[in-house]
């Protein structure tokens, strides 16, 4: 298959000069060439897939720990009130 990398080009927005356009041609041609080779296959029976290899959960589970406290919290904060953090008003 034949492919026009300035349509391509033009459709994307992009400038391609002649010689990249060549190479870029190139590239695309042989890449197109191994996905017929690819169609070649009898998949017929292969189940489809999402994942090449299976998944599994890599998170831990919830525990309830102790959290900070409000007061250790406000500790570092350069402007706060006795519960909240005070920061500069931006809407008029």
């Known amino acids: 298959m ?7 080009a033009k459709l994307a927005r992009l400038a391609v ?6 190479i870029f041609g190139s590239q ?7 996905m017929e ?3 070649e296959l009898d ?3 292969i189940e489809p897939t999402s994942h090449v290899l299976s998944l599994n959960n890599v998170m831990r589970d919830d525990v309830l720990k102790k959290s900070i ?8 904060a350069p402007d706060h009130t006795d519960k ?9």
């Open 43 to 45: 998949t017929k029976d």
């Open 28 to 34: 695309l041609n042989s890449i197109l060439t191994y």
């Open 2 to 8: 034949k492919i026009s990398v300035e349509y391509i």
């Open 69 to 76: 406290s409000g007061e250790d919290a406000l500790i570092n």
């Open 84 to 92: 909240f953090y005070r920061v500069p008003k931006i809407i008029e």
């Open 17 to 22: 000069s002649g010689e990249e356009g060549e």
């Open 37 to 39: 080779k690819l169609n």
